[in-house]
C-alpha cells in the first residue's frame, strides 16, 4: 500500500534551481526515512539526501552539501528537495525511497524498501 511519487525534475542551466518533490502515502508508522538517490547513465545509483519523518534529521551526500536542502511539509506526506548551484554533474533519475533504517546506513539504497518512480533532472552546460 506504501507508495512514493516523485516530481519536479526538468531541464535548467547550470547554476539554476529545481524543487523535488516526494508524495508519500499508505504509512501507517512514522518511525521511517526518506531520502533521496539519483542515478546518472552508466553510474551506480547514489544517496543525495535523507531526512527522519520522526525528527527532521537530515543527512547530505558531499556532493550536494550546501547546495540541496531537504524538508517536509507539517503532515509528514511530502518530501522535497531543494536543489539549487545546479551542475551538469548532477544530471541523473532522481529517485525518492522510504525505509527503516535498521542499519542506520542512510546512503545505501539497500536500506530502503520502498521507491518512486523517479524523475529525470537535467543540467546543460
Known amino acids: 500500500e506504501v507508495q512514493l511519487q516523485a516530481s519536479g525534475g526538468g531541464l535548467v542551466q547550470a547554476g539554476g534551481s529545481l524543487r523535488l518533490s516526494c508524495i508519500a502515502s499508505g504509512f501507517t508508522r512514522d518511525d521511517y526515512s526518506i531520502a533521496w538517490f539519483r542515478q546518472a547513465p552508466g553510474k551506480e545509483r547514489e544517496g543525495v539526501s535523507s531526512?527522519?519523518?520522526?525528527?527532521?534529521?537530515?543527512e547530505y551526500a558531499d556532493s550536494v552539501k550546501g547546495r540541496f536542502t531537504v524538508s517536509s511539509d507539517n503532515a509528514k506526506n511530502t518530501v522535497y528537495l531543494q536543489m539549487n548551484r545546479l551542475r551538469p554533474e548532477d544530471t541523473a533519475v532522481y529517485y525518492c525511497?522510504?525505509?527503516?533504517?535498521?542499519?542506520?546506513?542512510?546512503?545505501?539504497?539497500?536500506?530502503?524498501?520502498?521507491w518512486g518512480q523517479g524523475t529525470q533532472v537535467t543540467v546543460s552546460s
Open positions: 525511497a522510504a525505509g527503516l533504517l535498521y542499519g542506520d546506513s542512510w546512503c545505501m539504497d539497500y536500506e530502503y524498501d520502498y
Open positions: 531526512i527522519s519523518v520522526r525528527d527532521g534529521t537530515t
